[in-house]
């Protein structure tokens, strides 16, 4: 019955890919012979520590002439480096090594050897920030640059999975207003019922879902003027829904047909925001205003992929 009801879905789908908001998408992204849209917006620079994104207290990652700065906090702590300051000086100590950098200089010390930078560490809105590759570096870490994700990935590139046992899993019962229209998104893809919901935060993000489907990142853009969920992952166009309370779950697919294929075998998906899909609860036509669904009233946005088999995977909606 649930595969019955999806094909419905993806069909209704289909027909409103091309029509959201009154716009017209003309062209899947890849499409042979056809050019691909203009996408506005792009994935957060962010940094991952072995396989865990770094939160900054008070400042973001910035990007300067192709070089990275930090705040001096932060990588340093997930690294598990000391950090000194005092005056312009700053120091980083790990193990048997060090690293002193003086403000607006291009030349540090390492392991009491003066080196020559390409950037120095500076003053950015009353912070201090440093060159993260240069630090990360001679601190022993291996740093690489994912253009795809707009990520740095430092040290191992190793990922939780949502199986891991510090993730709890919830009571679906505590979650039935989002379910109330929408029962059938209650049972797998086998037509068996989960056992539950696990909740994440992108602040989480890369993570592992249960088999070998890696869910990278989330954000969101603007094609052809409308507004996109973009999902970045290993795999193609796994279906999505936004959880809203005492409404019908506003299940979406990717809706330009096909992903942005990246080099490093990733893709990134398109899901729309509106989709005339929502005019449709089992199949019968009941909303006439589903042009004026708002994001930000969504709680929770779930996945309904293959796997995990036994729990729906969701996220807190970052976007409200």
């Avoid at 001096?72 to 690294?79: F, P």
């Avoid at 920030?129 to 040290?155: M, T």
């Avoid at 795999?235 to 942005?260: F, Q």
Wanted: proline fraction near 4%.
């Amino acid at each position: 019955m649930k595969k019955l009801v999806k094909v419905l879905l993806g069909i209704s789908l289909g027909i409103s890919v091309i029509y959201l908001g009154g716009s017209s998408v003309t062209s899947p992204v890849g499409a042979a012979g056809k050019q691909s849209p203009v996408v506005f917006g792009a994935p957060k620079l962010a940094v991952i520590v072995n396989g865990k994104k770094v939160m900054f207290d008070g400042g973001d990652p910035v990007m300067e002439n192709g070089r990275v700065q930090v705040p001096l906090r932060g990588v340093s702590e997930a690294l598990g480096a000391e950090v000194g300051f005092q005056g312009k000086s700053v120091s980083y100590t790990k193990g048997d090594k060090t690293i002193s950098l003086t403000l607006g200089s291009k030349v540090a010390k390492v392991d009491g050897k003066s080196v020559t930078m390409d950037t120095t560490a500076k003053a950015v809105k009353g912070r201090t920030y440093v060159p993260l590759r240069f630090v990360s570096e001679n601190l022993g870490e291996k740093v690489s640059w994912d253009k795809a994700g707009n990520w740095v990935w430092i040290g191992e590139k190793t990922i939780l999975s949502t199986d891991d046992e510090q993730f709890r899993m919830r009571e679906l019962g505590d979650f039935s207003k989002y379910y109330k229209k929408s029962a059938y998104l209650l049972n797998n893809v086998s037509d068996d019922p989960y056992e539950g919901i696990k909740i994440f935060n992108i602040s989480q993000l890369p993570i592992q879902m249960a088999d070998d489907f890696i869910l990278y990142d989330i954000y969101l853009v603007k094609i052809y003027g409308q507004d996109y969920i973009a999902i970045r992952s290993n795999e193609n166009g796994s279906p999505i829904y936004h959880m809203v309370a005492n409404s019908n779950a506003k299940y979406r697919r990717d809706g330009l047909d096909a992903g942005t294929k990246h080099g490093d075998g990733t893709i990134t998906n398109y899901y729309p925001v509106l989709s005339a899909s929502d005019k449709f609860v089992n199949g019968i036509y009941t909303d006439v205003n589903w042009e004026k669904y708002d994001l930000k009233t969504a709680d929770y946005i779930a996945f309904d992929s293959t796997y995990p088999k036994n729990y729906i995977v969701a996220f807190t909606n970052p976007f409200r």
